[in-house]
């Protein structure tokens, strides 16, 4: 009798509390009606995450329902085997189970009970929970004797009719607020979509321009380089036409000099005195030859004049095409840098972009000593006596530029030991033992810190560690418009250490910082 109570127990649906019909199993392994897993999947349907009322284990997407064939036939077995307690003595309220609030006569068992209707349900009154799509909406709990707990106790209950009007009245505000932003964004909408339109107009129309222009200047530069070529050639054609004159001429008297040497040599073996004084008299007068000194030859030199011309216009066509936006009011520094494409590719490039700089002496450092024209500048072991001067570095072996740096410019630093190479806003701070006045310790000044075996970047005293070949020259160049500032090692070739995008408010000085006896010296543009 025991082991058949505990089959029932077993094959039976944790839902109904009754024996299982259409057993189904979904993934978890718990086992339920067909029917009630179906309910109880219903009401998750807004959420589309379906769980098991035993383990709360969830399934996404719904799982799919098939018949346990076994446990349909176990379930079977029970029903023929088992004594017979009929469903409705199964499933009655006892003293101690929360009683179905709509049944009469018999109350049957509870399986739920719902928040807003204040109500417990049978499985059979339960029904129209899963069913009508209002109800479907109410919170289903499990079977509570304490509902009307629920209610505040300082506040007596209203109508239905009286509820909705209060709570129609507030989703009418909302629904209002709701709208009001709703056309504000799809006002701001409309507006970006035209603010890009005009810019695909704007940018459609620049490049259709530039193509036209561009192509006008290779069709200016195609007619010039043909009439070059045309006046080359006519001058080529007259020059060899004058040239081959004077050879005609020169040959004639070559002949004619000739013949008279041979009548000479010819005379001068006549023995006969009377003969050869005959003789003599008819040769001696000849007509003077073209002098050759006359002849001007300038080898390589005739055409050198249309060379540098053409170089003239070649160097004034890079400056303009490595700068289009000259003269344009636009100052948005990222399409600058990426269209204009400021930066030279080769040394030879960025030789052309050369400033010739020198050091101030009035911002030298006392430890620090100026040579070569204040070009080169050396850490000294003990620190000289320098007048003062409110530009004066006085904590930091530190010295600055005479030249203020405002547009595209290149320089080279030659190296001995450990330095930094920076630049910085005449506005950076002079005195003090504080890094303030450190290049690449603050906000006004940028540095590349030289170490014995790599390199750092300093900016704002944020330092970054940077790989890079070690080389006794450096490259700076510095577009100051675009906000670009790169630092190249120099060999053979130029390989980039570190580049730099922001945006300067000031003037730039060229700085350097000096190591322990260290040197360094800025090299002349060549």
């Not at 006002?187 to 006008?216: G, R």
């Not at 904590?395 to 600055?400: G, K, S, Y």
Request: net charge neutral; proline share 4%; glycine share 4%.
């Amino acid at each position: 009798m025991e082991q058949n109570k505990l089959d029932r127990e077993t094959f039976s649906c944790s839902i109904c509390l009754d024996l299982l019909k259409d057993p189904v199993t979904i993934p978890c392994g718990h086992s339920y009606c067909m029917n009630c897993i179906k309910r109880h999947w219903n009401v998750e349907d807004q959420k589309r995450i379906y769980s098991c009322p035993q383990c709360r284990e969830t399934f996404t997407p719904r799982p799919a329902l098939k018949k346990n064939i076994v446990f349909a036939t176990v379930v079977e077995d029970l029903k023929k085997t088992g004594p017979q307690a009929t469903p409705a003595d199964h499933r009655c309220a006892g003293p101690k189970d929360v009683a179905c609030d709509f049944c009469t006569g018999t109350k049957l068992k509870a399986i739920k009970s719902c928040l807003v209707c204040l109500a417990s349900y049978c499985e059979k009154h339960l029904q129209p929970h899963y069913d009508v799509a209002p109800l479907k909406k109410h919170k289903l709990v499990e079977p509570s004797k304490n509902l009307q707990e629920n209610i505040c106790s300082r506040h007596d209950t209203v109508s239905v009719a009286a509820e909705r009007t209060e709570r129609q009245r507030e989703l009418e505000e909302k629904q209002k607020k709701i709208q009001q932003v709703l056309q504000e964004k799809e006002k701001d909408m409309k507006l970006l979509q035209q603010e890009v339109e005009a810019i695909n107009h704007s940018a459609d129309k620049a490049v259709e321009d530039s193509e036209k222009i561009f192509t006008e200047l290779i069709y200016l530069l195609q007619k010039r380089s043909s009439d070059v070529k045309q006046q080359i050639r006519s001058q080529q054609e007259t020059e060899v036409s004058q040239v081959k004159d004077l050879q005609e001429k020169l040959e004639q008297e070559i002949t004619e000099l000739k013949r008279k040497d041979a009548e000479l040599k010819q005379l001068s073996k006549i023995e006969d005195h009377n003969r050869f004084l005959s003789g003599y008299s008819s040769v001696s007068v000849f007509s003077e030859s073209t002098n050759s000194s006359s002849i001007n030859i300038h080898p390589l030199r005739y055409f050198e004049d249309v060379i540098a011309s053409v170089s003239e216009l070649q160097v004034e066509l890079q400056d303009i095409l490595r700068d289009p936006w000259r003269g344009s009011s636009l100052s948005l520094t990222e399409v600058d840098v990426s269209l204009s494409e400021r930066e030279p590719k080769s040394r030879a490039g960025f030789l052309r972009l050369s400033c010739d700089l020198t050091l101030n002496p009035n911002t030298a450092n006392s430890w620090l000593a100026l040579s070569q024209g204040d070009r080169k500048v050396k850490r000294m072991g003990e620190p000289q006596f320098l007048p003062s001067h409110p530009e004066r570095f006085t904590q930091w072996r530190q010295v600055l530029s005479r030249e203020s740096l405002t547009g595209c410019c290149y320089w080279e630093v030659e190296r001995k030991g450990r330095i930094y190479v920076a630049v910085a806003y005449n506005s950076m701070i002079r005195a003090g033992r504080s890094n303030k006045s450190l290049f690449g310790a603050n906000d006004k000044s940028w540095a590349l810190d030289c170490c014995l075996h790599n390199f750092k970047f300093g900016h704002n005293n944020i330092w970054k560690s940077i790989s890079g070949p070690r080389s006794s020259r450096l490259g700076v160049f510095l577009d100051h418009r675009a906000g670009i500032l790169s630092f190249y090692s120099v060999s053979d070739t130029m390989t980039l250490i570190h580049r730099v995008q922001t945006t300067f408010t000031e003037p730039l000085h060229a700085g350097l910082w000096i190591g322990f006896a260290c040197y360094a010296e800025l090299c002349e543009p060549k």
